[in-house]
């Protein structure tokens, strides 16, 4: 197994600051190929909502450098989702108690979307908000749930939008989950996608809220079929194009996705 990998990351057309943060990671192991990839989209409502990003992102890329390689005497797919879950609920906790440290009515706040994808053991995810993870292959397929409160009503079935209402509700942005923000704790969501799901030619996009807002998962697809991604540089101006289209069509968030394939 082999992964060829994209990125891009928009400032939008209205904020002044990137609070979206992202990182890439790869090792080929005794047990294979294991290739980690983590976005974060710092809450735009927050004050220091990239301090928060970047904090998670890093915390995650030190997860992968020093305790990953633990695990490739004997790899546990729950130690995998103990780490990472201790990872979300500790820099929750820290990212709440350094904002009252500098004002109490500073709050810092992240999502946080993440893929393990490994040779032998498939992929593993985890969520946090409304960060999003894709699989594309003959079609496209949403790996994670939104954690926000238009999301909850939907699954409860309170509330019935179709996906354009949804990712135009006035609402949309109010989530029901996040890391920091105004409450110590979080519940981050996890994610199994076996590794028959993993074939070569098999895509994944991991992308912040404002990379999909303004355009549909259908054109998500058309720009994205796997058969298109020929090599890194393809793919970049891929996400390029889309990131240019969103702000086309009046996207004010920062914007920024990744995009990986599998060879």
Known sequence: M???????????TTKNVNQDALCIREAQTNLGLFHMSVLCDGMGGFSCGEIASATVVRAFADWFQEELPKYMLSFSI????????ALAENYS?????YGLRMNPVTKLG????????TERYGALAVQVGDSRLYRLSDTIERITQDQTKIAVMMRQ??????????????ERNILSDCIGGSRVECHPDFYQIPPEKLAAGTAFMLCSDGFRHEVTSAELF?????????????????LRGLIDLNKERNETDNISAILLKII
């Open 2 to 12: 082999n992964i060829l990998a994209a990125y891009d990351t928009d400032i939008g």
């Open 78 to 85: 729950d130690n995998v989702w103990r780490d990472w879950k």
């Open 93 to 97: 906790r820290a990212s709440v108690e």
């Open 110 to 117: 992240t999502t946080l979307t993440a893929v393990l994808i």
């Open 157 to 170: 079935g309170q509330l019935v939008l179709t996906e354009y209402e949804e990712e135009h509700h006035p």
């Open 222 to 238: 058309e720009a994205m079929r796997p058969e298109r991604l020929t090599d890194e540089g393809s793919m970049k101006q891929i």
